[in-house]
Nanobody, 128 residues
Framework: QVQLVESGGGLVQAGGSLRLSCAASGRTFSTYAMGWFRQAPGKEREFVAAISWTGGTTYYADSVKGRFTISRENAKNTVYLEMNSLNPEDTAVYYC?????????????????????WGQGTQVTVSS
């Protein structure tokens, strides 16, 4: 089974930055894509960003485009999310997700149901 561990969350003032990390481990596995989702109190889980593992193609939600950057270290099966210009609306629990199998279409990246494994989440709180 694949295990995902997020780190890097915390409390930051509006306009500040944070860098999240997610390391995948466990049984030998392949990786097709990894992504980030978030869930704020009282709201549904929403897509944030994703990256294909071979080509490095990135996908972003409109709400974070231009502010967040997703990147990867293939050899370590680790994905990062650099968050800049944070605002209180970014406050949420951020979850890392992993997909093993090949897939076709944008929905492979921005739909939570397309992922196989999930981390436990890391809290990001942005104060005003």
């Amino acid at each position: 089974q694949v295990q995902l561990v997020e780190s890097g969350g915390g409390l930051v003032q509006a306009g500040g930055s944070l860098r999240l990390s997610c390391a995948a481990s466990g049984r030998t596995f392949s990786t097709y894509a990894m992504g980030w989702f978030r869930q704020a109190p009282g709201k549904e889980r929403e897509f944030v960003a994703a990256i294909s593992w071979t080509g490095g193609t990135t996908y972003y939600a409109d709400s974070v485009k231009g502010r967040f950057t997703i990147s990867r270290e293939n050899a370590k099966n680790t994905v990062y999310l650099e968050m800049n210009s944070l605002n209180p609306e970014d406050t949420a629990v951020y979850y890392c997700a992993h997909r093993r199998k090949s897939c076709s279409g944008v929905g492979c990246y921005d739909q939570g149901g397309r992922y196989d494994s999930w981390g436990q989440g890391t809290q990001v709180t942005v104060s005003s």
